[in-house]
């Protein structure tokens, strides 16, 4: 079985510019998180979709971030305009089941480093 | 707002060594806690999970205990070995329906040779 699948593994970005980042998740899994780390801080939660709705988005720094998911397959993460405090490793995690009861697979991250 | 802090932040020890790494929540409602692993450039593997009403979890080698009136988890690791060498996380899916993670920031582990 594929695992969770990110893309680009790195970007690196001018302040201002767009970047657009990529998640394949487990074929079969509904459930898509996305987290984020910036550097010396915790992994921190962005959103939650189940299929292609929306669950939860409260973790969303604010407007500049747009999260789809495309007919409930993969997801991207719209950053734009960067800014500099947008740099970090940004995971993706798909679960079959809510709540993670059956545990997450987690893609290998995006490091995006906006200069 | 649940609060996970993990201590200690960094740990060194010697291959063979049985060691333990902390984690302690502020909010005891949880509803499941796990651990994760994290090796340099790859993502979090899941460990181990721990659902409210349980007490631990065993698989191998790793063994989690979870104590909610007190707000502590501990990860036991028996016979260390340099391959265990990694970062450790935790993380709280609080009660509610709520779907996030909580992570502490994590413990990384060296097993020396």
């Known amino acids: 079985e594929a695992g969770v699948t990110q893309f680009p593994s790195h970007s690196v970005i001018e302040k201002g510019q767009t970047v657009t980042l990529r998640c394949d998740p487990i074929s079969g899994h509904d459930n898509l998180y996305w987290y984020r780390r910036v550097m010396g801080k915790e992994i921190k939660f962005l959103l939650h979709f189940v299929k292609e709705s929306k669950q939860d988005e409260s973790g969303m720094p604010n407007n500049r971030f747009l999260a789809e998911r495309t007919g409930g397959t993969y997801s991207t993460l719209k950053v734009q305009p960067a800014e500099l405090e947008d740099s970090g490793v940004y995971f993706c995690a798909s679960s079959s089941y809510r709540r993670g009861r059956l545990g997450y697979t987690f893609g290998s991250g995006t490091r995006l480093t906006v200069v | 707002k649940q609060e996970v802090t993990q201590i200690p932040a960094a740990l060194s020890v010697p291959e063979g060594e049985n060691l333990v790494l902390n984690c302690s929540f502020t909010d005891s409602a949880i509803y499941n806690l796990q651990w994760f692993r994290q090796d340099p450039g790859k993502g979090l593997t899941s460990l181990l999970l721990?659902?409210?009403?349980?007490r631990e979890q065993t698989s191998g080698r790793l063994n989690a205990s979870l104590d909610k009136s007190s707000g502590r988890s501990t990860l036991y690791i028996a016979a260390s070995q340099p391959g265990d060498s990694a970062t450790y996380l935790c993380?709280?899916?609080?009660?509610?329906?709520?779907?996030?993670?909580?992570f502490g920031k994590g413990t990384k582990l060296t097993v020396n040779p």
């Open positions: 721990i659902q409210s009403s349980q």
């Open positions: 993380a709280s899916i609080q009660q509610g329906g709520s779907e996030k993670l909580v």
